[in-house]
């Protein structure tokens, strides 16, 4: 029987290319510094788990902005990180169905993953963003965000399979060292998936044979 039976993707830099500091200098225009908001109070994580509405969301920064924004000021200043994903990406997911369940666990938020669908419609009107994965795994639709164990635990009941059943690729260091403490193999990168990744697969599952 084999071993891997699911291959878990994270979203941004993996799948999509993004630039935080795009988004940073964004609200820097605007008049506020994003990191001195996420240290005085917790809305930014508040907001990947689902426990503030997006018209909360913009609220807080709307009110830390004095006013001085407008609400799609600042969603265009929010969305500002999020580039573009790469005609490639979307081959190699379908490859690895080939092989594997794919399936996308993501911290992120409603306002951002509506700019992502827009961005697909318009740019890859041939993809479908549901039927890209076989599960997604949002963090604001499910209430937990990695790298807490709950998050990793969730989805391996959703998909009903082992941790050593499934191999998870993410960007973030604590993230991976999340799932590596519940036994998931982990593959860390700093790079949006291409062909290494087969490469980096067949190093974890030694029946991973390609054509």
Not at 9 to 38: M, P, S, Y
Not at 66 to 72: F, L, M, P, R
Not at 89 to 96: A, H, K, N, S, V
Request: glycine content about 4%; aromatic content about 8%; charged content about 30%.
């Amino acid at each position: 029987m084999k071993k891997i039976k699911a291959v878990i993707l994270d979203l941004g830099v993996v799948i999509i290319n993004i630039d935080q500091e795009k988004t940073l200098r964004a609200f820097e225009r605007l008049g506020i510094d994003l990191e001195d908001i996420n240290e005085s109070m917790p809305i930014f994580k508040q907001y990947e788990k689902g426990e503030i509405s997006d018209e909360d969301f913009i609220r807080t920064l709307k009110s830390a902005l004095k006013g001085n924004a407008t609400e799609d000021q600042i969603i265009k200043a929010w969305n500002a990180m999020i580039l573009d994903i790469p005609k490639h990406r979307f081959r190699l997911i379908g490859e690895l169905r080939k092989h594997y369940n794919v399936h996308l666990l993501s911290n992120t938020n409603s306002i951002h993953i509506q700019e992502i669908k827009d961005y697909i419609s318009k740019y890859h009107p041939h993809e479908d963003w549901h039927s890209t994965f076989d599960k997604l795994f949002l963090s604001y639709e499910i209430g937990l965000r990695k790298p807490d164990a709950a998050i990793y635990n969730h989805v391996l009941n959703e998909i009903n399979l082992k941790p050593e059943e499934t191999i998870f690729v993410d960007d973030s260091r604590a993230n991976i060292k999340g799932a590596e403490k519940l036994g998931i193999n982990c593959i860390w990168t700093q790079n949006g998936i291409d062909k290494w990744l087969w490469d980096e697969l067949k190093k974890i599952d030694s029946d991973l044979h390609l054509d």
